[in-house]
């Protein structure tokens, strides 16, 4: 850990002003992410920027979406009762994250920029791509049982760790980012990246940008959601595979559907591919068999993480079947 | 003897309100003038040496005092000897594991250590290493101790031309004791031959007298404290290069020097259950008599030192079969060197014999329950001794009763709910019951209250609750007027606290002890005029003395050699796997003590709950990963190595025979910190089995492993 300078912004104008002026400073929220990657010198900001007094906690019902402020914590995120209400999914997938204190801590915007949790990334004596351009990716030869079967390059097999952004992702949800003079908006399915040949960026937000929040259209999935998380211990353990799974059924037919995967690339990953498939079709075991086969059709795994293919395939079939039974 | 004894109800914790208001104090939170924080920076590389070592930055960082390594370390009368371990902190340029200590820097505040050490430049020279266990298997190195070697009585193999037979090979991966008190040390010298130290230790006097020796002083110039330990199970038995290196950074600085380890440093330099492969070869006669066990054993250890535990032990005795062959050996990698963890050796080699003995009971058709029955043994035929205590058929029956054993459906894979597969699985565990040599002293006051001291351990079990009630059951006082003080060196002998002996050794110096004391209160009574029973603060008054001090030490004697001693265990578990996604919960256990005499009914049912708990860690989720091309552990973080949370643990019921071993003691109490946890991880694959057909032979029973799995049946 080296020594660094903590500053404290009190607007959001101030918060982007004292980040433009430092190329090395970073912003700090709740801090469960940060804090950890600069005890294992994974990050070394020389300024800390903490950005928990700007006014962005505000969960509040707007014109056709919910807007959730970036410092809203997961927790007041997940407890809200305009969540519970009409978020179902993006509450399950919150309370299925972290620990109550790391959800009691952390924070939208956080949650978003969280890095991955890929252990070749956070040892910095082994090589990593993602941490150290052209030093390689330990995990592709290594230990990588955790990593990606969907999106992945020679360069990172990493996978994004978030439960939060899987249930964004199928929520169709809106990314709100503060820039020096002004707003821009950007679709959740976008915001990270594939690792490609730049594994070193997790997304796309700018270097003097901030995140301002979230914003998830209303829907009409009702209750008929389902957030799976299989992990390797009833809690506190990040995903092998979870899904996000929502539908509108009209009698037997579905009439909308949405999935996501996570654990399974470095992005949350939609499956819009399926989503068409199933759409207008009646739900039938037999046709939820053959959705999930194919969405894990173009999967490529390694040595370590072969189930992840079925049990990815498993996953969506029990899912769905929840997400339909739900009432 | 034991019948006599009129044990208090149960008593709470004596040190419950301590520890949960946080006056307990542990090593780490003393605080001495002038206290000083050590941080330790450690090899990157896993073997080789330190050709340079630049610690210029981190000297003139803010707060600094010193860098200590293997170049300015100070004289250290125990390294000046050749003899002894190869790998001693700060001894030499030599890297023998990764993340070995090669330095400490020692600054006024823990965040300036911190800082300091992230400037300290090592350079290396790398050598080819090896530590892959699983590739690594042909290059066994025979233990030198006979008694851990090869074992056959009646013929070697006879599985092979039994009726009906199993043969298979089991593995375990490395597991951390990671208790949640980190490791560390704070040691002052009070003067340049005198030391103090506050340590986390499960032995106060084996920490005094490795320091002692290590920095040439008489034992009695070294003082340790160590009244609290938050959790060891194995891994403070022994006292670690880092605490000898900050004793010698206390001695360069001239001030109290504190050093409490990260979470990952936990992983590599206070020891392991070291990985295993085991090969268990089963055979029967057609009505399900054992007619021949082999069990062969390789487990990891260290280049630099050998470790060897006892992970075929109970194969030679737990059931009645003439023919027994045993083998053992270890493999010596790069890597840091494991030390006991709780059920040491025996719970290794259970998780083996007992998923074997279920294979083959499955094999024959047989209620496993019934096949254990059939072959308990009336005597041990390792040892050619009777037990002195053994209760298995009525332990076998209490549990089957309490799980619900009858819903169990021999034919696995049928019982479900909803999408889960519902299964039940048994095992038995032991492990051996001793009693050492302990002194305690007796301090009666003339209000009546009585202090106990001895230099006995507890890390975590409730030894002063188990003594306290022992000293109550002897004098008839109420437990609340007796204290029992321990953990510190100046007190009056006893043994480190491992092999679950505390209770069994020190309990029956208080019950010696504290006998004597009556004997000499009678006479004291009597001499005075006043009746043999006389209340003791009347006794004292009379006598006109302040207290009346009794020492004594106390060991076992001849019944030692003439029984076979061990304490059993039975855990019965309910488990549900998920259809789909591979995902296995437990969801009940009963599990059931068969220790002698409980002299402590609330703290001994702790010792079975956390066993249980720590069993279910071991059979679903830890497993210290570790890339073989690196040396380096991959998960070493409480995020990443998983043990059991809350929400993974269901209600845990447990039973306790609570029959007294005639022969073990004079409470007939036997120990139970190690048989709360052996074959709980077999018990879980059986019952994994029993619910799918599968059946799983490598630790842990991940969801992976459950999916990849074909069921056998
Ligand atoms: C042991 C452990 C287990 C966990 N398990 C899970 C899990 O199962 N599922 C899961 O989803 N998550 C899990 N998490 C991760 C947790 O969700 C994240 O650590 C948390 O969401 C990060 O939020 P924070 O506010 O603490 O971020 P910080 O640590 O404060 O910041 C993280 C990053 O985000 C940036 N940042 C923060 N706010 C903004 C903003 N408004 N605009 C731009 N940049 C910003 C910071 O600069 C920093 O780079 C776990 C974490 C830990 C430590």
Known sequence: MINFQYLRAGSTEKALALLAKDKNASFIAGGTNLVDLMKKGVSSPDKLIDINKLPLKDISLEEGHIHIGALASNAAVADHALIREKLPLLSMALNKGASAQLRNMATVGGNLMQRTRCGYFYDITMPCNKRKPGSGCGALEGYNRMHAIFGHSENCIAVHPSDMCVALAALDAVVVIGQPNGERRIALSEFHRLPGKTPQLDNNLKANEIILGVEVPLNTYGRHVQYLKVRDRSSYAFALVSVAAALELDGNRIREVRLALGGVAHKPWRLTATEAFLRGREFDPALIREAANRSVAEARAFKHNKFKITLAAESIVQALSEASQQS | ?713
Not at chain 2, 248 to 266: H, N
């Open chain 2, 1 to 713: 003897m034991s019948e006599k004894f009129l044990f208090p109800d149960d008593t709470d914790r004596v040190d419950g309100v301590a520890k949960v208001t946080g006056k307990a104090r542990y090593f780490a939170e003393f605080d001495l003038p002038g206290l000083t924080y050590a941080v330790l920076v450690t090899s990157s590389i896993t073997k080789g040496r330190i050709t340079q070592l630049n610690t210029r930055n981190a000297a003139r960082a803010p707060g600094v005092l010193a860098v200590v390594s293997h170049l300015n370390r100070p004289v250290t009368a125990g390294y000046e000897s050749k003899e002894g371990p190869a790998m001693r902190i700060f001894y030499t340029d030599r890297i023998f594991f990764n993340g070995q200590p090669v330095a400490m820097v020692v600054a006024d505040t823990f965040e300036r250590a911190t800082h300091a050490a992230s400037l300290v430049e090592v350079g290396y020279e790398k050598e080819a290493f090896n530590t892959d266990f699983d590739g690594s298997l042909d290059q066994v190195k025979k233990p030198k101790n006979p008694a851990q070697g090869a074992y056959q009585r009646g013929e070697a193999d006879a599985y092979k031309q039994a009726a009906v037979s199993v043969e298979a090979t089991y593995t375990l991966p490395v597991e951390t004791h990671n208790p949640m008190e980190l490791h560390g040390i704070l040691a002052f010298w009070n003067a340049a031959d005198k030391l103090t130290v506050y340590a986390k230790t499960q032995g106060v006097k084996a920490t005094q007298g490795t320091l002692a020796r290590t920095f040439g002083l008489p034992a009695e110039n070294v003082q340790v404290f160590s009244e609290f330990v938050g959790g060891g199970f194995g891994m403070a038995l022994r006292t670690w290069p880092l605490e000898i290196g900050t004793v010698m950074a206390a001695k360069l600085v001239g001030r109290p020097v504190k050093l409490v380890i990260t979470r990952d440093q936990m992983f590599t330099m206070v020891g392991n259950r070291p990985a295993a492969w085991q090969k268990i070869g089963l055979g029967a006669s057609r009505n399900g008599r054992l007619t021949g066990i082999t069990h062969h054993s390789l487990a990891q250890s260290s280049v630099y030192e050998d470790f060897m535990e006892n992970i075929t032990g109970m194969s030679k005795f737990m059931y009645g079969c003439e023919n027994v062959n045993t083998t053992s050996g270890i493999v010596p990698l790069d890597l840091s060197v494991p030390i006991w963890m709780r059920g040491p050796g025996e719970a290794t080699g259970a998780f083996a014999l007992e998923s074997a003995i279920d294979e083959l009971a499955f094999k024959l058709n047989m209620d496993p329950l019934d096949f254990r029955v059939l072959n308990d043994p009336e005597t041990d035929l390792e040892k050619n001794k009777p037990f002195s205590d053994k209760n298995l058929k009525e332990a076998y029956k209490r549990g089957a009763q309490a799980i619900g054993w009858k819903n169990r459906v021999q034919r696995p894979a049928q019982l479900t709910e909803g999408d889960w597969q519902i299964g039940y699985g048994v095992s038995t565990g032991v492990f051996g019951a001793f009693r050492r040599s302990a002194t305690v002293r007796a301090v009666l006051n003339a209000d009546g209250s009585l202090v106990l001291q001895s230099a006995a351990s507890d890390i975590g079990p409730g030894t002063a609750t188990g003594m306290v009630r022992i000293a109550a059951g002897v004098l008839g006082i109420p437990a609340s007027s007796i204290t029992f003080e321990l953990g510190d060196s100046s007190l009056p002998p006893a043994p480190s606290q491992g092999g679950s002996s505390t209770l069994s050794t020190v309990g029956a110096a208080v019950n010696d002890v504290c006998l004597q004391l009556l004997g000499n209160l009678k006479e004291l009574a009597v001499n005075a005029g006043l009746k043999a029973d006389a209340p003791f603060a009347d006794i004292l008054k009379k006598n006109n003395l302040p207290y009346v001090e009794v020492t004594k030490e106390s060991k076992g004697g001849a019944e030692q050699a003439k029984y076979s001693m061990y304490s059993f265990s039975i855990h019965f578990v309910q488990v549900k796997v998920h259809r789909r996604t591979g995902v296995v919960k437990v969801s009940r256990i009963v599990s059931v003590g068969d220790a002698g005499k409980i002299v402590s009914p609330k703290t001994a049912k702790s010792q079975m709950v956390g066993g249980a708990v720590g069993g279910m860690g071991m059979a679903l989720t830890e497993e210290a990963v570790l890339d073989s091309r690196y040396g380096r552990y991959i998960n070493n973080n409480f995020g990443d190595y998983h043990v059991p949370v809350n929400a993974d643990v269901p209600d845990i019921e447990v039973i306790f025979i609570d029959k007294p071993d005639p022969h073990i003691n004079p409470m007939g109490a036997k120990g139970m910190g190690e048989i709360a946890l052996t074959g709980f991880s077999a018990a879980v694959a059986n019952a994994v089995f029993n619910a799918t057909g599968k059946r799983i032979r490598s630790l842990p029973i991940t969801p992976d492993k459950v999916l990849q799995e074909t069921a056998g049946v």
